[in-house]
């Protein structure tokens, strides 16, 4: 059987990834103490695999309004530096903003596409990626640039959500969104939230890259939010991959998929409040 789904065009892919952070970059930054609680253990794991440390030069790619940015840039210390790319100018100057407040004068923020990173060779200690890597089109590419850079015997460090069954505050949509769509299931390779979540599947692909001594460890990440509406306003702000996703469907019909995503969401509402599955994979190699 012949599938009419048109080829993965990884140049539109990124060109429209682009356009959504830039987007979404204000939302993104605004949901900043959400993210905190809910990836501050993950993030925190990955600074202690890393060995991350006063004095040392660190590369955050894909940096976001750099919520993690400002908690590596902590542990550094005003002898060490870390330098904050991404693909989207709007969301940067957030994260600038945001060192800024903070008082930090260690952070650089530079306009980046993590497959390209203009970047000399042996430069920093640890190159991080949170929640990064999985979107872009040729991770391999961007693992071997990361590896370029990173001194001899530097780490990398990434997070990547787990598989499906695991984080279904956010499979849920991205089924349901793909269900009305008429989207197939995504190709080996292609990116997406859930491509490097299976087992040993982020190994591999540091170990291609030319990594050694990889360690993975998964983390418990579950999203607490007042309500599945919370969830919903926050995904629906915040997401790029599902307002990508959604663009298959008409626009008169999206409203009622964000109703059906409100309800299946709701089966993780208690007297607690909303508490959304989630499983983060971290995972750090050394060059």
Request: charged share 20%.
């Amino acid at each position: 059987m012949t599938s009419n789904a048109p080829a993965f065009d990884p140049n539109k892919y990124k060109t429209t990834t682009r356009e959504q952070w830039q987007t979404a970059a204000e939302a993104w930054d605004r949901w900043g103490p959400t993210l905190n609680k809910w990836l501050g253990a993950a993030t925190d794991t990955m600074l202690d695999m890393a060995g991350i440390e006063s004095g040392q030069h660190v590369l955050d790619v894909a940096a976001g309004a750099g919520e993690q940015t400002i908690v590596t840039a902590r542990r550094l210390g005003p002898t060490g530096s870390i330098l904050a790319t991404d693909i989207s100018p709007n969301i940067l100057m957030f994260a600038e903003n945001a060192a800024i407040r903070a008082g930090l004068k260690n952070v650089k923020t530079q306009v980046m596409d993590g497959e390209n990173l203009e970047l000399p060779d042996n430069t920093f200690d640890a190159v991080l990626s949170r929640v990064g890597l999985i979107y872009f089109p040729d991770q391999q590419r961007a693992l071997t640039g990361m590896k370029r850079v990173l001194k001899p015997g530097g780490r990398v460090g990434a997070i990547t959500y787990s598989t499906p069954d695991k984080n279904e505050f956010f499979s849920v949509p991205v089924s349901i969104i793909r269900q009305r769509a008429n989207l197939p299931p995504p190709l080996p390779g292609q990116p997406g939230p859930f491509s490097l979540g299976g087992r040993g599947v982020l190994e591999a692909a540091l170990n291609k890259a030319g990594f050694r001594d990889i360690r993975v460890q998964l983390v418990s990440s579950p999203l607490r939010l007042a309500s599945a509406e919370e969830c919903v306003r926050f995904e629906r702000e915040s997401f790029g991959a599902l307002h990508q996703m959604l663009a298959g469907v008409p626009e008169s019909e999206r409203p009622s998929v964000w109703d059906e995503i409100l309800q299946k969401l709701r089966s993780f509402e208690s007297a607690e409040g909303f508490i959304g599955p989630c499983e983060m994979v971290v995972a750090i190699g050394i060059k």
